[in-house]
């Protein structure tokens, strides 16, 4: 799935307006700022199908330069199979991971992420990949971001339910079950478990 130009366009706008934002003390730029906000959440609601006030108050919560947001993966095998966990939001299937907090370490948080979304106690230990959500298959989404995969090692745990998970299983690479593609996709799948065999790859970037 390509994200269509428009919502690029949203996304572009929403960034400049937050940024001007941002710095300027001029009341009248702070206005133009504003409506060019307005406009980037009516262009968004378009593509995305949600309403429009809506954007617009996800938008001004943002605040200071716009950047990337930052989202981690922790990459599991045992016995040839990979760790993916059911998301309560939509039912669909993923890879165990989410933000980095701030104060987190990339490789800490997705240590944390495991755990409380599965159960499981890792270790990473590799960098697999570091991909533009927006280049690998996913759903829109209202933000830009970057998504880190990290291969981990199973230290310890059981499986149990989070908040916002329920389930968490090992898969074999042709019994993957229904995703939440919002989250991963089978294209990043395949990649992983290409990385599983070949152990001596680097990682890979957009």
Known sequence: MTKSQGLVWAQKLQAIAQSGLAYTQN??????????????????????????????????????????????????????KILLVRELADGGWTLPGGWV?????PSGAVEREVWEETGYEVKATKLLALYDRDL????????????????????GGKP???????????????????????????EVLTRLFNHYRHPEWQADFD
Request: glycine share 6%; charged share 25%.
């Open 160 to 186: 149990t339910d989070s908040v916002e998970t329920s389930g968490a299983a090992f898969f074999a690479e042709d019994d993957i079950p229904p995703l939440s593609l919002g989250r991963t996709t089978p």
């Open 27 to 80: 009341p009248f730029e702070r206005e133009r700022y504003e409506a060019v906000r307005k406009i980037a959440a009516e262009m968004m609601a378009d593509q995305t199908g949600v309403e429009a006030s809506v954007l617009e108050s996800v938008f001004s919560a943002e605040a200071g330069y716009a950047t990337p947001k930052l989202d981690v993966r922790g990459v599991v095998f045992r016995d040839g």
């Open 136 to 155: 690998h298959g996913h759903t829109p989404y209202v933000f830009h971001l970057f998504k880190m995969y990290f291969l981990c090692d199973l230290t």
């Open 101 to 105: 907090d701030v104060s987190d370490t």
